[in-house]
């Protein structure tokens, strides 16, 4: 089956303590991105990858890292969680920056 | 930055009314993108529609690129419509980030 998965679902984590949440796809697509969603802000764009070794911010970018090192994965790294990260983060792809998106399920993340 | 800017925010329908949902964008875009969000928080694509019309049963859209919006019909509504409809453009000078909009929230009533 074609999809985006994330892991964890839900997480709850202490201020600084290191967290990743991976993102993967199956459909061999080139464009992933991170989001976060919180209530009255909406969707806000973290990061975003056009291919392998390719990222860029999004406009939301400060506190989390990325990576692309292989076509499929698209972790998102908070090297030292804030509780301002607690929030909704949903990972999407696509085939290519013009196609439609592929959401992932969410991670619910809270940073106490 | 480009404002992208939903209408109406909240709608109620009761089961079986048609709907029409409104999305207005201050630049010209590259792509834009209808989604679903249900009551359970998962986001489902409904549309890419640049431009032009698409219909999947009973939901059609339309983008009016030139008069930079796009509309979102919903037929003969049901209760699994419910949920937070947003529309995201991406334009040629957002540099490939992908803009949310704020969303309409449709409660659909037997």
């Known amino acids: 089956e074609a999809q985006v998965t994330q892991n964890p679902r839900y997480l709850i984590t202490v201020t600084g303590k290191k967290l990743t949440v991976t993102c993967s796809q199956n459909?061999?697509?080139?464009?992933m991105s991170w989001y976060r969603q919180d209530p009255g802000l909406g969707l806000r764009q973290i990061y975003y990858?056009?291919?392998?070794?390719?990222?860029d911010k999004g406009d939301v970018p400060e506190g989390y890292k990325v990576s692309r090192k292989e076509k499929r994965n698209f972790p998102l790294i908070l090297e030292s969680p804030s509780p301002n990260q607690t929030s909704l983060y949903f990972c999407?792809?696509?085939?290519?920056?013009?196609?439609?998106?592929?959401f992932g399920s969410g991670t619910r993340l809270t940073v106490v | 930055g480009i404002q992208v800017e939903q209408s109406p925010p909240d709608l109620i329908l009761q089961e079986g009314a048609n709907s029409t949902l409104r999305c207005n964008f201050s630049?010209?875009?590259?792509?834009l993108q209808w989604f679903h969000q249900n009551p359970w928080g998962q986001l489902i694509n409904l549309f890419y529609?640049?431009?032009g019309t698409k219909q999947n049963g009973r939901l059609s859209a339309t983008t009016v690129a030139t008069e930079r919006y796009s509309l979102l019909y919903i037929s003969s509504s049901q209760t699994t419509d419910s949920g937070v409809y947003f529309c995201?453009?991406?334009?040629?000078?957002?540099?490939?980030?992908?803009?949310f909009g704020p969303g309409t929230s449709l409660s659909v009533i037997p």
């Open positions: 999407a792809s696509s085939f290519q920056r013009n196609y439609g998106y592929t």
């Open positions: 995201a453009v991406e334009t040629e000078t957002s540099y490939d980030k992908v803009i």
């Open positions: 459909m061999n697509h080139e464009y």
């Open positions: 529609i640049p431009s």
């Open positions: 630049d010209s875009v590259n792509n």
């Open positions: 990858s056009m291919n392998v070794e390719v990222t």
